[in-house]
């Protein structure tokens, strides 16, 4: 079975630094990827790639059988590639609604009226509904984060890439992310998870990928990575910061 998304020898140098080596690496259709390491080692700098807002510097890259290096994030999310942003990105002037549909009528399978209904769908499954005429920029933090879920969704993703998405989130806010986050994967969307929270990543995922400049240096259940000597080396040892 061809993987839903394929990473051969993806190479990145920003000027003399390799930020990722030749990583190979593949995520089947309905996977529930975790993707950890300490500060700096290439996780978002994979996301971007992935995404389309980065170039590579060598390798290839394939999403269901075809090659997507070098297509637009925009084009990558026509192809149903979804992704969060570490730090929040709503469109503060917009209301709520209008920050669905900037995202909905972008899909040129969706007319206004299915798309408002489906907007409104999506955000009363993450309670947002009554705040769908209210300024983006009046959100709390954590709505804000619940608003860049739904936007996601919106596109009706089959692979939901997330970078961070707990930074700043109260524990029951984090509970309710992780049960929407379950039910888009036994709903069949495939989700690679970028955390430095290691409860939710061991929580959630049953496969995790360590990077650690640049390169992998485990892949394995949660149980194998928790206990790889090469991962408590680069989390612990004094060459990186603690995460
Ligand atoms: N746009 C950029 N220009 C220059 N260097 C960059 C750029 N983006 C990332 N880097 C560098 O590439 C390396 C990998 O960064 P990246 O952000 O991918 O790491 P990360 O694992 O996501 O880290 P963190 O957990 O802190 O978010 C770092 O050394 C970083 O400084």
Redesign the pocket.
Known sequence: MTPQLEISGLTKR?GG?T?LSHIDMAVDGGEMLGLI?P????????LNIVSGYYDANGGTLSYEGAPILGRSPHELARLGIGRSF?VTKVFRRLSVLDNMMVAGLSDWRAHRKEAEERAHAILKDLTLDRLAHAPASSLSGGQAKLLEFARIMMLTPKLVLLD?PFGGVHPELKRFMHDHIRAWNEAGVTIVL?S?DMGSIFGLCRRVVT?SYGDIICDGTPEETRNDPAVLDAYLGDHHDA?
Do not use: M, V
Request: glycine content about 16%.
């Open positions: 920003f630094l930020a390491g500060n700096g080692s290439g996780k978002t700098t994979l570490q961070e970028i430095h990077l995460a």
